[in-house]
């Protein structure tokens, strides 16, 4: 990748890529102490750097070969620089006569306290920087841009009930008011409460300009009889932007389309050092032809600053904190066929595993945990007859990231209870098994 794009305009710390694997805990950690700070490639000039407002500029990596390819005026800018060793364990200034940050102790980066001082004192000891990045103080500065290049024209947002699509929506409607639209597609692939909510939060508290497609059984019918979870997931991902241009092309005058592009999708697209990483099918991606401007207001921000934010604008905790979900949603959680009886059994048994979740008090400890039903049925007995039902799997993984992930010891108790609930209460299941499989070998999802 060519030079990440200018993201913020404000003082910063500038971290540069110089290939370490925690270059992005080290821009969070220094954002969490209230410095703004950015990630880019090592091969951006120092007049870009300059340019960027930079107060400090942080090496982290410290590959020979990459660090060969710095413009040495970097290092003239009179800017002071840190360099954080490839592993994490040596910290010493590359600039020496000029900003001698000099020899430090060695902490590790496996040792958040210690990195974090170290970063606090280069910060505002050496580089003087304020601590002044706040989202109170990102929401002013972004309505204030929104509305600039805005003006009196009209935005699109599709809305998927994610936290990022949301968070947009309701950072852009702060700014714009009824200039935003927003168009919701409930294709049947939610998981319980989950349209309900979406409606009620946008529609209802924050009276937006906002359309709720029902296109639960074009989606249902297009996916009648396919069993194949590459052909299900392209179909649900052409079906949707079908549905979403045909609503669109009904609205009149709008000039921008809203995405909610966070700093995650940028750094993983690629920065010089880092391969391209995710290359999941996003049911939001919308055609490359439709005829918008994009505005992407939160592609500076990390997630849980994206959280932040819409808590700060007043969305529910529901919505703030819901847990990743795949763009094709329950259509790669029902796995073979799938119909309504189905999704509505995976259903059922998802909102039994999320109220117990939550009742144990797991739900912010746990990356993600959701139910499946694999197209399996297994003999049991119930009120002494012999039954022949569906087994459901139920998956609880921690993760950071998605690319890698271990399954959560949820306590035994916990996992009865889901499991005497589901037999209990959702028809057709008569079975309940749980996944004990890493990724990798196995992923995240089923299908
Ligand atoms: P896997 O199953 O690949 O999932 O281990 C990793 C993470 O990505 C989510 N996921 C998706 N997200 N569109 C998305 O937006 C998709 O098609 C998709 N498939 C998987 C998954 O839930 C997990 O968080």
Known sequence: MSTAPLMIEQEKIVVLDLGSAHNQLITRT?????VYSELHPHTVTAAEVKNMQAVGIILSGGSKDAEFNIDPEVFNLGIPVLEIGSKGETIASANEEKHAYGEQSHPEVGQPADVKEMLRHFAFEICKAKDSWTMKSFIDVEVEKIRSQVGDRKVLCALSGGVDSSVVAALIHRAIGDQLTCIFVDHGLLRKGEVES????FSNQFHMNFIK???RKRFLDKLKGVT???????IIGSEFIYVFD?????LEGIDFLAQGTIYADIIESGTATNEVIKSHHNVGGLPEDMDFELIEPLKALFKDEVRAVGAELGLPSDIVHRQPFPGPGLGVRVLGEITE??????READWILREEIAKAGLDREIWQY????????SVGVRNEK???DYAVGLRAVHSVDGMTADWARIPWDILEKISTRITAEVDHVNRVVYDITAKPPGTIEWE
């Open 30 to 34: 220094i954002r969490e102490l209230g």
């Open 198 to 201: 979406v409606v009620d939060t």
């Open 213 to 215: 497609v029902d296109a």
């Open 228 to 234: 194949d979870p590459e052909q299900k997931r392209k």
């Open 246 to 250: 045909e609503e669109s092309a009904k």
């Open 341 to 346: 009886e189905k999704l509505d059994i995976v």
């Open 370 to 377: 959701f139910a499946i039903l694999p197209d399996i049925r």
């Open 386 to 388: 012999r039954s022949y």
